[in-house]
């Protein structure tokens, strides 16, 4: 009996200490700017292009002309107008993992980077072919 009354004790004040921990996490969880869904391409073999439509979501601090480009090419893709939140749906195809920014377009300041990520179920291998008569 008294071991059950410890027990449900500290039981209950597991549950608690998880609610509030889960409750202060939600509260002071660092917003994310430039969030990219999904942000992993899966190709069959090494070196295919991987295609995906990925959804980007913007979240800025403060209202403003924003941008989303591409990383290493630096070619923009879209921009918007005295906005604060915004999505953008790209169709992506790439045999290597990409990069795309989010600017700001009255200073040109880079404010996020998030970056899709090719991966692939089989690698290439080269079989050494040996040539049999009998």
Known sequence: MYFRL???KYLLGAILGVIAFDSYGAEHAPSEILHATPNKCVAL???RTCYADVKF????PTT????IREGYSKKILQCWAN???FTYTLS???AQSLSYELISQAQRDVLAVTT???NWVHKVQTKKRRWRLF
Do not use: L, M, P, R
């Open 92 to 94: 992506f195809g790439s």
């Open 64 to 67: 403003g002309d924003y941008c």
């Open 83 to 85: 906005t604060k939140s």
């Open 45 to 47: 073999n090494q070196g």
């Open 57 to 60: 979501k913007v979240n800025t």
């Open 116 to 118: 899709i990520e090719v």
């Open 6 to 8: 410890i027990s449900a």
